[in-house]
């Protein structure tokens, strides 16, 4: 099969350690190789596989910047990020806004083992830059994580109730990695 110039997105698999080599933006988990960002596979000499960034870092995202996003895909190992703004620089455009990824690794301090357990489609996350040039992401800290999420089955914001989010309309309750700021707005 040619993987050669396949685009990819985070957390595809890309073959096994017995046929590769694991490059830049590739990750082996167990002898299976994964894409660790957006991009084209490129297979070198000596069977080494990487991954292209195809998204190029907006000039204003540096690491260590908190950004605020909406999870758009989340995968068996990572959640996808649209970022939309960069924390302390709200006013200055984001001039090619990226997307970031949350490895299950840099959810929180802890082991996690079902990454949809932490974060559901559509969340808003507040994250922090940990690679600025794949923009990765991570959430683990008290004031990172979900900050605004909707009821998976009635699409209505969920209140925070304790550790957990309550749905008032059809009483679903939903677990998220939780944000100390969540349901304040963008902060
Ligand atoms: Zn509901």
Excluded: W
């Amino acid at each position: 099969m040619e993987r050669g110039g396949k685009f990819v997105l985070p957390g595809d698999f890309l073959g096994t350690s017995e046929e590769f080599i694991p490059g830049n933006g590739v990750y082996d988990e167990g002898g299976n190789l994964y894409a660790s960002h957006i991009g084209k596979v490129s297979i070198g000499h000596n069977r080494v596989i990487y991954v292209h960034p195809k998204v190029e870092t907006p000039p204003t995202i540096e690491e260590g910047d908190v950004v605020i996003g909406q999870v758009v895909d989340i995968k068996d190992n990572v959640a996808v990020v649209n970022i939309a703004c960069v924390k302390g620089k709200e006013k200055r455009e984001v001039a090619a806004p990226g997307q970031g990824i949350i490895h299950i690794s840099n959810v929180k301090s802890g082991y996690v083992t079902e990454l949809r357990q932490e974060f559901g489609y559509l969340d808003v996350v507040k994250a922090r830059v940990i690679d600025a040039k794949t923009l990765r992401l991570s959430t683990d800290a008290k004031d990172l994580g979900v900050i605004k999420a909707m009821c998976m089955r009635c699409k209505r914001d969920l209140r925070r109730r304790g550790n957990v989010l309550f749905c008032e309309r059809c009483k679903r309750v939903e677990m998220r990695k939780l944000s100390e700021d969540y349901g304040k707005g963008l902060i």
